[in-house]
T-cell receptor, first 115, second 114 residues
Framework: GAVVSQHPSWVICKSGTSVKIECRSLDFQATTMFWYRQFPKKSLMLMAT?????????EQGVEKDKFLINHASLTLSTLTVTSAHPEDSSFYIC???????????FGDGTRLSIL | QKEVEQNSGPLSVPEGAIASLNCTYS??????FFWYRQYSGKSPELIMSIYSNGDKEDGRFTAQLNKASQYVSLLIRDSQPSDSATYLC??????????????FGTGTRLLVSP
């Protein structure tokens, strides 16, 4: 079945650091990938929709200059958290689907801790 | 009104029992419906997808969809302690631009006791 790989799985870094998270579709081409954030005991929150070859579509309230998304190929999307601060600490998860984005499969997530 | 509503639980059932998880949605344009299981600290895992009215069975899992009532459910037969997790209901609509983003409920926490 479809597999989505996310890397790294765990990051601890100092405040002010920029962190890049990769999301890869391993056995299918994903024209669209999605980035979510989840705080402890809370539901998934969609941050942005990543479109191959074009600009990402951000959800209301998500700073596009803070969370840079690049979708350079049909199998790779990256999320860069720029100048991260402790309040950016969260569980970041990507997802992708093959045909018509159905159904979506999630990567294993990246746990980001900013000190 | 939330777009996708689920009882947060916890729903407690004994091992071997049937667990029934329910979800209602507000967008009548929703075309696709999914159930995801999320263990604590892990990412969601797709369990079932359903696209038409009626029942869909896969092993111990049965998804039920009633578009007229805007209701989707997940039944887990012979519940096991390993089924203890949060179950997320997700709906996806369709517009002339294509399929829309998934809309998730807040999830129902299921506890299966040995």
């Amino acid at each position: 079945g479809a597999v989505v790989s996310q890397h790294p799985s765990w990051v601890i870094c100092k405040s002010g650091t920029s962190v890049k998270i990769e999301c890869r579709s391993l056995d299918f081409q994903a024209t669209t990938m999605f980035w979510y954030r989840q705080f402890p005991k809370k539901s998934l929150m969609l941050m942005a929709t990543s479109n191959e070859g074009s600009k990402a579509t951000y959800e209301q309230g998500v700073e596009k200059d803070k969370f840079l998304i690049n979708h350079a190929s049909l199998t790779l999307s990256t999320l860069t958290v720029t100048s991260a601060h402790p309040e950016d600490s969260s569980f970041y998860i990507c997802s992708a689907g093959d045909r018509d984005q159905q159904p979506q499969h999630f990567g294993d997530g990246t746990r980001l801790s900013i000190l | 009104q939330k777009e996708v509503e689920q009882n947060s639980g916890p729903l407690s059932v004994p091992e071997g029992a049937i667990a029934s998880l329910n979800c209602t949605y507000s967008d009548r344009g929703s075309q696709s419906f999914f159930w995801y299981r999320q263990y604590s600290g892990k990412s969601p895992e797709l369990i079932m997808s359903i696209y038409s009215n009626g029942d869909k069975e896969d092993g111990r899992f049965t998804a039920q969809l009633n578009k007229a009532s805007q209701y989707v459910s997940l039944l887990i037969r012979d519940s096991q302690p390993s089924d203890s997790a949060t179950y997320l209901c997700a709906c996806q609509g369709w517009r002339n631009t294509g399929f829309q983003k998934l809309v998730f409920g807040t999830g129902t926490r299921l506890l299966v006791s040995p």
